[in-house]
């Protein structure tokens, strides 16, 4: 998708367009010289134009990369006085087209922006600079028997500034709860040059408006996250990873009804997943394998996490005894050691990798009352299959379309694999699916955010009036709008 298929999006003339001078501006102030990529160098700034998905694809021709805080304000100051246009960028992992330009924005990544700042070890309060990578931190505080509260897919890449604009979810929210409880304070740069600091690295400070919440979830639209101060968990001693096969969605329900119950403070994850996503990743993860000998509609991953092994292996036999016993799942295996953990996982982590190998792959991630989660993907499938898009043979247009999730949150991640992106495949799909979560009370975004993919939506999980109210907020803090334009908020539903 570039631009030219958004028809709604022209170039907003009142963004100044890039010249040598200001060019020669910006290298003045940014000290490493890796810090400002050029269309001198194509293929650098390629990677910077074209999301993870390769789905949307932009045209800036600059990108800058400071390494300070005051590098920061020294650009954003500049951008703003001139009207140029600037899309915040980090891992560029996000699945919305939040992270890209649209047309010629400057592309203002935290690369290098990548120190740990602070770490006490006994709150566990880690303070880091936004381009830190999810996995560096996570290794890093391992040495010193913590962890990240959060886990995503895309650990390797994704950035802690990226995952606090993009309010991250992923796979330990069930246990640790959501970015907005973990994050402490942020520093940020706004569209004006100013540095502030919302809030303080403590756990309790009741002193007026939370501001860094409204920053949480922004998708860079209010102004750039610096530095991320977060409450960081201790490392759990005794790790267990169990995978179960599941006749019916309704068994997976009563599965994850008796694991709260039966695990309650060691269940850590409580993942699923369909046997058509498992079929995915059978046909592209190296190194999947069936987990039994009998094939089931549905999959459950299951981790508990606590500080006595003992104790946990011997809730979890207890456990996996009685929903096997009572036929509440079909079969069940527990890993032996850390590499079966990690192989368990693997067939729940590769899921979203294995789609990208199919071809164009629409992504919707939603929020929907648990007991008609899976229910988005049968209408889909009856959807499409009337209108001869879906074959169940895979000799449509549309080859798979597959359901799996964090069920812990009520999360659906619904996956359309098709052998490309066509506008009328575009136009069979949406705005039907947001259609079919607004009738079930639900949200078009759960995890993912907005970005150029569901801001044309918005309305369909917002209010005019909420949506009046977001539009005064980034008046205020990015008045001239130069912040990631044509994203986030609607143009029309
Ligand atoms: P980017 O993609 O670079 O940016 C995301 C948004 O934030 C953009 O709008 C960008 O403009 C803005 N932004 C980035 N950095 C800053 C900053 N410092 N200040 C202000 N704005 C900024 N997401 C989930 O929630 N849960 C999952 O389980 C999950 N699994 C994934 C698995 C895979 C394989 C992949 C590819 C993605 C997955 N994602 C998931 C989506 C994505 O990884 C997350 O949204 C991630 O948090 C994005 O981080 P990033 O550093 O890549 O940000």
């Avoid at 100044?16 to 060019?23: I, S, Y």
């Avoid at 891992?91 to 602070?118: A, C, K, M, Y």
């Avoid at 946990?312 to 207890?318: I, S």
Wanted: proline share 4%.
């Amino acid at each position: 998708f570039t631009a030219d298929r958004y028809p709604n999006l022209e170039r907003d003339s009142r963004y100044k367009q890039l010249d040598a001078e200001d060019v020669a501006y910006f290298k003045s102030v940014i000290s490493s010289p890796a810090g400002v990529i050029t269309a001198d160098n194509p293929e650098e700034l390629d990677s910077f134009n074209e999301d993870w998905m390769r789905k949307y694809k932009g045209r800036s021709t600059l990108v800058l990369r400071p390494k300070t805080s005051a590098e920061v304000s020294a650009i954003l100051r500049y951008c703003n006085e001139k009207s140029l246009a600037v899309v915040p960028q980090g891992g560029n992992t996000g699945l919305v087209g939040g992270s890209i330009p649209v047309h010629d924005e400057i592309v203002l990544s935290t690369q290098l922006l990548n120190q740990i700042r602070h770490f006490d070890e006994v709150s566990g309060i880690l303070t880091a600079e936004a381009g830190c990578v999810l996995e560096v931190l996570d290794n890093w505080l391992a040495e010193k028997g913590y962890m990240m509260p959060l886990d995503l897919g895309a650990k390797g890449s994704c950035q802690i500034g990226g995952n606090v604009a993009a309010n991250a979810g992923g796979l330990r929210l069930l246990r640790y709860g959501s970015l907005h409880g973990t994050v402490l304070s942020l520093e940020v740069v706004l569209a004006d040059g100013t540095i502030m600091e919302l809030g303080k690295p403590l756990r309790k400070d009741n002193t007026g408006y939370d501001l860094k919440q409204l920053f949480i979830g922004s998708e860079g639209t209010l102004g750039l996250i610096t530095s991320v101060s977060i409450l960081t968990p201790r490392r759990s001693k005794a790790v267990n990873v169990a995978v179960l096969g599941v006749e019916s969605f309704e068994a997976v329900q009563e599965t994850f009804k008796r694991a709260k119950g039966d695990l309650s403070e060691i269940l850590s994850a409580f993942e699923f997943f369909d046997r058509q996503s498992f079929n995915l990743v059978l046909r592209h993860v190296q190194g999947a394998r069936e987990p039994f000998d009998t094939q089931t509609p549905f999959y459950v991953l299951i981790e508990t996490s606590g500080s006595n092994k003992d104790h946990d292996d011997e809730k979890l036999a207890t456990f996996l005894e009685s929903v096997l016993g009572d036929e509440v799942v079909a079969d069940g295996v527990l890993a032996q050691d850390s590499t079966q953990a990690a192989a368990f996982w693997r067939m729940r982590e590769g899921i979203p990798e294995a789609c990208q190998t199919e071809g164009g792959n629409y992504k919707y991630d939603l929020s929907v009352p648990v007991p008609q989660l899976y229910s988005i993907v049968e209408k889909m499938r009856e959807k499409l299959g009337s209108g001869g898009q879906y074959k169940e043979d895979g000799s449509g247009p549309v080859k798979n379309i597959i359901g799996f999730g964090h069920m812990g949150d009520g999360n659906l991640h619904l996956n359309i694999t098709t052998s490309g992106y066509s506008e009328q495949l575009d136009k069979a799909i949406e705005p039907y699916v947001y259609e079919i979560v607004e009738e079930n009370a639900g949200s078009i975004s759960a995890e993912h955010g907005l970005g150029l993919m569901k801001a044309p939506y918005l309305s369909y999980s917002k209010s005019n009036e909420m949506i009046e109210s977001m539009k005064r907020i980034k008046n205020v803090f990015d008045p001239k709008g130069i912040l990631n334009p044509y994203k986030y908020f609607p143009t029309s539903k």
